[in-house]
């Protein structure tokens, strides 16, 4: 029988405090945001062609790597693998978690949840965590279902670490964490505040 080597291990749990990224963000602020505390960092750029869309992974890599962040794709798989990419988070529209498990074993992934089923659904999949919500009312993302409040996070909590997103500020995100929630994922938490990297820090240390 051949024996094939080992995968390399994914990364130790989902991060505590996700910042997701476009194309339209100030990329040159990357490395501040990773050395305040950041330690996930999800790419979405859904405008962008497949090409532009490694290089963007790249990049993102490139500058929050070295802090120890890890980098996730939003929806594309196959952009994850092609980036070397920490993991990939998928909707509910997306690959399924599965399918995502089983081409990729050693990445992390992630899956949209608004509900304890969900939840339940996506950790029978194999996902390594659920991205929950939305909590709250958000801006940064149009056509978003009504928001479900923290004791949603209570009530579907245990099954796997729950990312709490939606209209999240360093004062709601704790409040996501002594609900249940193992993190925050943020778009306009950072990228709005007038000082992006200020806000980063008040992020984790709101999360400590």
Not at 40 to 52: E, I, M, N, P, Y
Not at 69 to 79: I, K, W, Y
Not at 96 to 107: C, E, K, T, Y
Not at 127 to 154: E, M, N, R
Request: with cysteine; hydrophobic share 50%.
């Amino acid at each position: 029988m051949t024996a094939f080597p080992a995968l390399p291990p994914r990364p130790h749990g989902p991060a505590r405090v996700h910042c997701l990224v476009s194309d339209l963000d100030d990329l040159s602020l990357l490395p501040a945001i990773a050395a305040a505390g950041v330690d996930g960092f999800q790419v979405r750029a859904k405008d962008l062609g497949t090409r532009d869309l490694v290089a963007l992974v790249r990049a993102v890599r490139d500058a929050v790597g070295p802090h120890g962040s890890t980098v996730l794709v939003n929806d594309r798989l196959d952009v994850a693998l092609a980036s070397d990419a920490d993991g990939v988070h998928l909707g509910a529209d997306d690959l399924a978690v599965a399918d995502a498990r089983r081409i990729a074993p050693r990445l992390v992934i992630g899956a949209t949840c608004r509900s304890r089923e969900e939840v339940l659904a996506a950790a029978a999949g194999g996902a390594d965590y659920a991205g929950f919500g939305p909590i709250g009312t958000s801006a940064s993302k149009p056509g978003l279902p009504a928001a479900l409040g923290l004791a949603s996070i209570t009530d579907a909590s245990g099954v796997l670490p729950l990312v709490a997103i939606g209209g999240l500020d360093a004062v709601t995100a704790a409040e996501a964490r002594v609900a249940g929630a193992h993190g925050v994922a943020v778009i306009g938490a950072i990228w709005r505040h007038p000082d992006p990297v200020s806000a980063a820090k008040g992020l984790v240390a709101a999360l400590a």
